[in-house]
C-alpha cells in the first residue's frame, strides 16, 4: 500500500486533497442519505433511507455537540 507522502510525491498535493475530498462526501452520503445512489442523487423511492440519516446526522450533532461540552 501506498503510504500518504508517496501518494503526495506522485500526485501532489492538489489531487490528493481533491480525491480525499471526493471520497469524504461519497463516505457521508452513503452513511446518511443513500449507499444505493451516487452523491447528490435523490431518487423518490427511496424516500425511506433519507429519513434515517436525518435523524443519524442529529444523534451525530450530539454526540459531537456532548464531547465539546465535555472537553
Not at 10 to 23: N, P
Request: with cysteine.
Amino acid at each position: 500500500m501506498p503510504s500518504l507522502f508517496s501518494k503526495l510525491k506522485e500526485a501532489g498535493l492538489k489531487e490528493v486533497w481533491e480525491k480525499s475530498v471526493e471520497f469524504c462526501k461519497e463516505y457521508l452520503w452513503w452513511s446518511f442519505v443513500d449507499i444505493d445512489e451516487p452523491w447528490g442523487e435523490f431518487r423518490a423511492e427511496n424516500l425511506h433511507t433519507y429519513s434515517t440519516g436525518i435523524f443519524a446526522v442529529v444523534g451525530l450533532f450530539l454526540l459531537l455537540l456532548s464531547y465539546i461540552y465535555s472537553l
